[in-house]
Every structure is written in structure tokens, then in C-alpha cells.
């Protein structure tokens, strides 16, 4: 997001706006935060969190104040074609959803394979790299143990 904004702020645009469900609001003392959507099942600030001062201040979110429903019946509305679209868990700027490749390309260098492990630090399978995971994933993981289990990111 950093690019964009310096780009847009470079060819003379005064705000950038975006699609993630969150909210922008400027406090009494001048600052402004970062927060949540109306809608908690879409909420994205989790990966906004670092955005700064700065960029929060050139940067609109106007979909954070609706539902998901919302968006789409105003899409429906003006005949907009993602009215429709399926939901995405995807990144939204990868179009063929090979995040780990973006990277992969992106940073010259490929993420080593590894364990899976569980709270207790017992290994409890093989990974093709951290790259291929997101937080709080569960499918794709090709681990079977007879219960749900999901990435976390970090340990205890």
C-alpha cells in the first residue's frame, strides 16, 4: 500500500481509497485510528495494522462502514459485474492466487520447507515453506490427525 500512496501523492492525488473492510477515524487530538469494520466476518484491520500516521491520513476505506450485503446490493445497484463474484480468501492483487510464487519472484529466493509442530513442540508433519500458509489456515495443510487444526504463526 505504501507504493500506491506515494504514487498516487506523486501524480497529484490527494487520497487514495481502498476495499478493505476497515475504518479510518481522526481523534480530538489530531491522530487518526485504525478501526474496525461494522461488519466483524469481513474486518481486515488485522493487515492494515502498520499502516502510519501519514498514510492513514491520505487513505480512505469507505466500504468499512457497510456490510458485506451492502456492497453488493450498490454494486447490483450500478451494474457492477462483481455484484456477483464469489468471495475471495485470497490476496486480492495476485490474480492466479500463486501468493507464494509473487513472493518466491518478488524476493529472489524460495522459503525452505519445514515441520509442522504443535503446541507442545511435537513435530507433527512436513510444510513446503511458509510462504504456501496464512494464518489461521486449516485446509491444505495435508495433515490428519482426526481433529481441525490451523496455523498459528507463532508459538506460546
Given at each position: ?22 475504518q479510518i477515524d481522526r ?98 508433519g512436513r510444510h513446503k ?28
Amino acid at each position: 500500500m505504501e507504493s500506491l500512496l506515494k504514487r498516487s501523492l506523486d501524480i497529484g492525488a490527494d487520497y487514495i481509497a481502498t476495499g478493505h473492510y476497515a475504518q479510518i477515524d481522526r481523534l480530538p487530538n489530531g491522530r487518526y485510528a485504525l478501526k474496525k469494520s461494522v461488519t466483524a466476518a469481513k474486518d481486515q484491520t488485522y493487515a492494515l495494522y502498520n499502516l502510519t500516521q501519514d498514510q492513514l491520513a491520505c487513505t480512505l476505506m469507505p466500504v468499512g462502514a457497510y456490510s458485506k450485503d451492502q456492497i453488493r446490493a450498490i454494486a447490483d445497484q450500478i451494474n457492477l459485474n462483481v455484484a456477483h463474484k464469489p468471495d475471495s480468501q485470497e490476496i486480492c492483487f495476485i490474480p492466479d492466487h500463486d501468493y507464494a510464487g509473487f513472493i518466491e519472484e518478488n524476493a529472489g529466493e524460495r522459503a525452505p520447507e519445514g515441520n509442522f509442530v504443535d503446541l507442545d513442540g511435537q513435530v507433527i508433519g512436513r510444510h513446503k515453506g511458509i510462504t504456501h500458509y496464512t494464518v489461521g489456515q486449516r485446509k491444505g495443510l495435508n495433515l490428519s490427525l482426526g481433529y481441525p487444526v490451523f496455523c498459528c504463526g507463532d508459538t506460546p
